[in-house]
């Protein structure tokens, strides 16, 4: 891969700049101010958790989504209670950080009061990352279920044209000293969001994630997005990816079956569904007992006899949990035609440029 954007030509933004940046500019765009703190949350979260495709970036073309009049800006989800451990929620097409982070906060509710608790969300948007809303339900205490559908982009096994999303399957579990267990990750061989990225700064592409319009190889970013992206495991990535659709699109009510619409379509609304679980982790032992065995099991897996070549073995989620400790220090890093991009939409609705610099010496360490 090349790569013209080393450390050095990186401009670098704190947490809570990206934040307020973020919230500026989608006030200016019509979002209520406690609506705008949580999307600015989610979006940040992923910037710190090193997920960049799904970030502070994604401003630009949901912002053009605003103005297309495919996205809401004012709506806000509604919560209907289906049974005392289920529930539903209609995301209005507003964003889908607000109708999950609804849905995941009605789930803890549920769950701790029952022990387990259940949501569908219907007419949803792009939730980003899923990993926050693992993290949503960690932060309470609990196991969770984290899955949504997304537009095709991806064909069922023995397919040739795009059908499926590369939805991502997530889930994670709290421990007690080690890190909490979360796996969040697309069915195809990378997120599509890499495509994106590598298609902004410039770069190329390994030539096993994707296919062109004529099938071929390749590592072209603009070609691989005229094509199709590639399952994991073959068809076990194909099975998530219709996994993730029955879960989803099929049992909310939203669209299903190659029917979400791409994030860079401005025909009309994206109709995403989701569907989010959050589980009590003690209800068949005490909690220290549950965390005791989260952490022999982290113990176990970290501690495995490593392969030649192998300097450390990582529980699933704890590159990105380090990847924030080291970006709540040193900051976000930016290409600056990524801050140029993000400044213009500030530009559009009068609101301030984002404070992004070069590195200082500490953060160049
Ligand atoms: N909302 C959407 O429609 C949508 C669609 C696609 C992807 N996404 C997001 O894109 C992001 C990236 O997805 P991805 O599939 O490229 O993820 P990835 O391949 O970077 O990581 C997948 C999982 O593997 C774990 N992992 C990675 N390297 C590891 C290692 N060396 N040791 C142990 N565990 C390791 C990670 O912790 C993670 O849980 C996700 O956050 C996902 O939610 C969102």
Redesign the pocket.
């Known amino acids: 891969m090349s790569s013209p954007a080393n450390n050095s030509q990186m401009l670098y933004v704190n947490a809570s700049d990206a934040r307020a940046f973020i919230e500026g500019v989608l006030a200016g765009n019509g979002v209520p101010q406690e609506n705008a703190i949580i999307v600015a949350q989610c979006l940040v979260e992923a910037d710190l958790r090193g997920?960049d495709?799904?970030g502070i970036n994604r401003i630009p073309s949901y912002m053009a989504r605003i103005r297309q009049g495919v996205l809401d800006p004012n709506a806000s989800p509604t919560l209907r209670q289906i049974t005392p451990a289920v529930a539903q929620v209609d995301g209005h097409n507003g964003f889908g950080f607000l109708a999950a982070h609804t849905g995941m906060a009605t789930a803890i509710r549920m769950a701790r009061d029952i022990g387990v608790g259940m949501v569908s969300v219907k007419h949803s948007n792009?939730?980003?990352?899923?990993?926050w809303v693992v993290q949503q339900a960690l932060d309470a205490g609990m196991m969770s279920l984290v899955f949504?559908n997304?537009s095709p982009a991806l064909p069922v096994w023995g397919g040739k044209s795009k059908l499926m999303?590369?939805?991502?399957i997530?889930c994670g579990a709290p421990a007690g000293k080690g890190r909490p267990f979360?796996?969040?990750?697309?069915p195809s061989v990378?997120?599509?969001?890499?495509i994106y990225k590598a298609l902004r700064r410039r770069e190329k592409i390994p030539k096993d994630w994707a296919l062109d319009k004529d099938g071929k190889q390749t590592d072209d970013p603009a070609k691989a997005l005229e094509g199709v992206m590639l399952p994991m495991g073959g068809p076990k990535g194909s099975a998530l990816a219709v996994m993730m659709d029955v879960f989803s699109g099929v049992l909310s009510g939203s669209a299903f079956a190659g029917q979400v619409t791409n994030p860079y379509d401005p025909s009309k609304p994206a109709d995403v569904g989701h569907f989010l679980v959050a589980i009590k982790p003690d209800l068949f032992m005490n909690l220290e007992e549950f965390k005791d065995r989260m952490d022999y099991l982290y113990q176990r897996v970290v501690g495995s006899d490593r392969m030649d070549g192998v300097d450390r073995i990582?529980f699933?989620?704890e590159?990105?949990q380090i990847m924030k400790e080291q970006r709540l220090q040193r900051g976000i890093p930016l290409v600056q035609a990524e801050v140029e991009a993000l400044n213009k939409e500030a530009q559009r609705v009068g609101t301030d440029s984002i404070n992004a610099s070069a590195p200082t010496i500490r953060s160049r360490l």
């Open positions: 997920v495709t799904h792009h939730f980003g990352m899923s990993a949504t997304s999303g590369v939805s991502p997530a979360i796996v969040d990750m697309a990378a997120a599509r969001g890499k990582y699933p989620g590159i990105e």
